[in-house]
């Protein structure tokens, strides 16, 4: 599974950006995807993620209210619509897809894509 993220760049306290993720290849079965972030000198964190039902989401308390994922299977493409931004969201957000497969569990991340909120 390869995955391709866009949508990040620089935008003031207050504002909204939405970030997509591309998927591609083998992607068929029961997957969730999920966007994760990364700030300077800090873990990698769950912000959200969706399972391929596109029925059950789940999101971290920081982002509650203020961003909301979703995903189109038939584009194979997740989204997630981050408003009222704040200078803490300011990180690198990374896809992940995870499935499993005859037994095996497949666990992919993109390259990442910058998110910077200006106070």
């Known amino acids: 599974v390869q995955l391709v993220e866009s949508g990040g760049g620089l935008v003031q306290a207050g504002g909204s950006l939405r970030l997509s993720c591309a998927a591609s290849g083998s992607t068929y079965g029961i997957n969730t995807m999920g966007w994760y972030r990364q700030a300077p000198g800090k873990e990698r964190e769950l912000v959200a993620a969706v399972t391929s039902g596109g029925g059950s989401t789940n999101y971290a308390d920081s982002v509650k209210g203020r961003f909301t994922i979703s995903r189109d299977n038939a584009k194979n493409t997740m989204y997630l619509q981050m408003n009222s931004l704040k200078p803490e969201d300011t990180a690198v957000y990374y896809c992940?897809?995870?499935?499993?497969?005859?037994?095996?569990?497949?666990?992919?991340w993109g390259q990442g894509t910058q998110v910077t909120v200006s106070s």
């Open positions: 992940n897809w995870v499935g499993r497969r005859f037994g095996v569990l497949y666990n992919y």
